[in-house]
């Protein structure tokens, strides 16, 4: 709540242009640590503007939040003497590792398909495959393929109507989180339209990293491999010596 | 409690990670065998990625066969000179399993391999456990001793070798092979391989069950250590904390297991523990059979 009255007076101390967007993060650094099990991220803001506010058509805002690119591999089960093996295998060139769009109302309703195209909003145009082997004709199966997966993990959502507008002027919504989250910085956009046009748009960045012992293990892992792989057996070892030890104790 | 795992980049509970590592380590005190062929399916059905939980099952078998071996080295039960040619060949193989775990999983058949290994493996053993063990409750109440067989085709073969603690005369091609054959296994499967060494050991090698135990438990140290290393370099894919997690688990059922299986008589040990491997057998094999409920599955992109 403080917060919200931070940016109405924002919003009354500086000059605007046309409409404006005005916004806040309940955080913007998100922390893997050992207890880490998903979050939440309320994103609020305001529309800036100088002139009154356009009847019609109504202000809509759209939030994205994406995850960092990755390259992924769809492949497809097929039946192969009697048992199901991986058969054809589509290479998916850059697909965020998190999406979640959240609309004020039907996304097709906020969103013409022409600024959509331009904008890349909805989670297939936010997925980017070239080409697929010509040995296999039904591509675009492998996309939907990777959305419903993923859509099913929470990984990619659609929250369509979540995000509440009062007077055309302050809008907020809840953007949830994962366990499973990948690090990097988290691409946030929002939109505002009115007529499915885009008349504003705003980025920034949310910082996912993992912290503390987390962190540490995970670089340990890639940057000195070797060393990370002996300290591992190094651990398993001491744990059987001092379970044989504790257990001679025991029956002593 | 939810813990994030920093490797495997998922998050699970940590009590159902510490009971899983408990039951496993009760059944492996009970019946002598490591856990690994039980403990990695289970990983896959909550949820780690298979290449995660082999390369992690491989460190946490360095643990349970260490603490294991100490007590078979005060008993005079290892034989040192078997277990190090049993070692030599068991390294050459978990070099070539995990060249082969590459190559798969840059195929994206890595999945397929390790369920298949695990159903042919699990199966026969299982099921010649099952019969075996049938066949001793019979003669048990006949009361006449299994016979054992002293002279085979293993015994024609050249480079022979004395093993005193065995009390065996013979060529060291045969045990080369079986620890070769071992060493792919624990790449592959993320397993110590005891279930198909001690069988292999008995019955090809005719080593005397008593030091049989101790001797594959001392080299599949080495091995699984070695395994953890390359999938360690190789694929970054051992998780420490997870390890940790069923470490606790399973040495701490692994004491309650070791008691539970003194008041047990050995031929109802078997058998139980034959069908609990036919039990994720049959499991692994109906995943393969039934077309799944999803066709299409998502990895990291493959090739490099």
């Given at each position: 709540?403080?917060?919200?009255a931070?940016?109405?007076?924002?919003?009354?101390?500086?000059?605007?242009?046309?409409?404006?967007?005005?916004?806040?993060?309940?955080?913007?650094?998100?922390?893997?640590n050992?207890?880490?099990?998903?979050?939440?991220?309320?994103?609020?803001?305001?529309?800036?503007?100088?002139?009154?506010?356009?009847?019609?058509?109504?202000?809509?805002?759209?939030v994205?939040?994406?995850?960092?690119?990755?390259?992924?591999t769809?492949?497809?089960?097929?039946?192969?003497?009697?048992?199901?093996?991986?058969?054809?295998?589509?290479?998916?060139?850059?697909?965020?590792s998190?999406?979640?769009?959240?609309?004020?109302?039907?996304?097709?309703?906020?969103?013409?398909?022409?600024?959509?195209?331009?904008?890349?909003?909805?989670?297939?145009r936010?997925?980017?495959?070239?080409?697929?082997?010509?040995?296999?004709?039904?591509?675009?199966?492998?996309?939907?393929?990777?959305?419903?997966?993923?859509?099913?993990?929470?990984?990619?959502?659609?929250?369509?109507?979540?995000?509440?507008?009062?007077?055309?002027?302050?809008?907020?919504?809840?953007?949830?989180?994962?366990?499973?989250?990948?690090?990097?910085?988290?691409?946030?956009?929002?939109?505002?339209?009115?007529?499915?046009?885009?008349?504003?748009?705003?980025?920034?960045?949310?910082?996912?990293?993992?912290?503390?012992?987390?962190?540490?293990?995970?670089?340990?892992?890639?940057?000195?491999?070797?060393?990370?792989?002996?300290m591992?057996?190094?651990?398993?070892i001491?744990?059987?010596?001092?379970?044989?030890?504790?257990?001679?104790?025991?029956?002593? | 409690?939810q813990?994030?795992?920093?490797?495997?980049?998922?998050?699970?509970?940590?009590?159902?990670?510490?009971?899983?590592?408990?039951?496993?380590?009760?059944?492996?005190?009970?019946?002598?065998?490591?856990?690994?062929?039980?403990?990695?399916?289970?990983?896959?059905?909550?949820?780690?990625?298979?290449?995660?939980?082999?390369?992690?099952?491989?460190?946490?078998?360095?643990?349970s066969?260490?603490?294991?071996?100490?007590?078979h080295?005060?008993?005079?039960?290892?034989?040192?000179?078997?277990?190090?040619?049993l070692l030599?060949?068991?390294?050459?193989?978990?070099?070539?399993?995990?060249?082969?775990?590459?190559?798969l999983?840059?195929?994206?058949?890595?999945?397929?391999?390790?369920?298949?290994?695990?159903?042919?493996?699990?199966?026969?053993?299982?099921?010649?456990?099952?019969?075996?063990s049938?066949?001793?409750?019979?003669?048990t109440?006949?009361?006449?001793?299994?016979?054992?067989?002293?002279?085979?085709?293993?015994h024609?073969?050249?480079?022979?070798?004395?093993?005193?603690?065995?009390?065996?005369?013979?060529?060291?091609?045969?045990?080369?092979?079986?620890?070769?054959?071992?060493?792919?296994?624990?790449?592959?499967?993320?397993?110590?391989?005891?279930?198909?060494?001690?069988?292999?050991?008995?019955?090809?090698?005719?080593?005397?069950?008593?030091?049989?135990?101790?001797?594959?438990?001392?080299q599949?140290?080495?091995?699984?250590?070695?395994?953890?290393?390359?999938?360690?370099?190789?694929?970054?894919?051992v998780?420490?904390?997870?390890?940790?997690?069923?470490?606790?688990?399973?040495?701490?059922?692994?004491?309650?297991?070791?008691r539970?299986?003194?008041?047990?008589?050995?031929?109802?040990?078997?058998?139980?523990?034959?069908?609990?491997?036919?039990?994720?057998?049959?499991?692994l094999?109906?995943?393969?059979?039934?077309?799944?409920?999803?066709?299409?599955?998502?990895?990291?992109?493959?090739?490099?």
């Amino acid at each position: 709540m403080r917060a919200l009255a931070f940016v109405l007076t924002l919003l009354l101390a500086l000059p605007a242009a046309a409409e404006d967007i005005v916004l806040g993060l309940s955080k913007d650094t998100v922390s893997i640590n050992t207890s880490f099990d998903g979050s939440e991220i309320l994103v609020f803001g305001a529309v800036k503007r100088e002139a009154p506010i356009p009847d019609d058509p109504r202000l809509q805002v759209i939030v994205t939040v994406a995850g960092p690119h990755e390259t992924f591999t769809v492949r497809r089960k097929e039946k192969v003497l009697g048992i199901w093996v991986n058969t054809d295998a589509v290479e998916i060139d850059s697909a965020p590792s998190f999406y979640a769009v959240s609309t004020s109302t039907a996304l097709g309703l906020s969103l013409s398909d022409t600024e959509d195209l331009r904008h890349r909003v909805s989670i297939p145009r936010a997925i980017r495959s070239v080409g697929a082997p010509d040995t296999i004709e039904d591509a675009t199966r492998f996309t939907e393929a990777l959305i419903r997966i993923k859509s099913r993990s929470n990984q990619y959502q659609l929250n369509e109507g979540t995000v509440s507008v009062d007077e055309q002027t302050l809008f907020r919504t809840a953007i949830e989180l994962p366990a499973a989250l990948t690090e990097g910085d988290y691409q946030t956009r929002i939109f505002l339209t009115r007529g499915g046009e885009v008349i504003s748009k705003y980025e920034t960045s949310i910082y996912v990293r993992k912290v503390g012992l987390e962190r540490w293990l995970f670089k340990l892992s890639r940057e000195n491999a070797l060393l990370y792989g002996i300290m591992s057996i190094a651990i398993a070892i001491a744990a059987g010596w001092t379970a044989s030890a504790v257990f001679r104790i025991f029956r002593a | 409690m939810q813990i994030y795992l920093p490797i495997a980049e998922v998050s699970v509970n940590a009590f159902l990670l510490l009971g899983l590592g408990g039951i496993v380590g009760i059944l492996s005190g009970m019946f002598g065998v490591g856990g690994g062929f039980l403990m990695t399916p289970l990983l896959f059905f909550i949820g780690i990625p298979p290449a995660v939980a082999v390369a992690t099952e491989a460190n946490q078998i360095v643990a349970s066969s260490f603490s294991g071996v100490l007590a078979h080295l005060k008993r005079k039960t290892v034989d040192l000179r078997m277990g190090t040619v049993l070692l030599i060949g068991g390294l050459i193989g978990a070099a070539l399993g995990v060249v082969v775990f590459n190559y798969l999983k840059a195929l994206g058949q890595v999945d397929l391999l390790v369920k298949l290994c695990y159903v042919v493996f699990l199966g026969v053993i299982g099921g010649l456990m099952f019969i075996e063990s049938l066949n001793a409750i019979r003669k048990t109440k006949s009361g006449k001793p299994p016979a054992r067989k002293k002279h085979n085709w293993i015994h024609g073969l050249p480079f022979k070798m004395r093993f005193r603690v065995s009390g065996l005369y013979i060529s060291v091609i045969p045990p080369l092979l079986v620890g070769v054959s071992v060493g792919i296994l624990a790449a592959i499967m993320g397993v110590g391989g005891g279930f198909i060494m001690v069988p292999a050991m008995i019955y090809l090698l005719g080593m005397p069950t008593k030091v049989v135990v101790g001797t594959s438990l001392f080299q599949i140290i080495f091995v699984t250590a070695f395994t953890t290393l390359l999938h360690a370099t190789t694929n970054f894919t051992v998780d420490i904390v997870l390890a940790v997690l069923l470490l606790i688990g399973g040495v701490i059922g692994a004491q309650i297991g070791t008691r539970i299986g003194v008041k047990m008589k050995a031929e109802q040990l078997r058998i139980l523990l034959a069908i609990m491997v036919l039990a994720v057998c049959g499991k692994l094999a109906l995943d393969l059979l039934l077309m799944p409920s999803e066709l299409y599955s998502v990895g990291a992109a493959g090739g490099h």
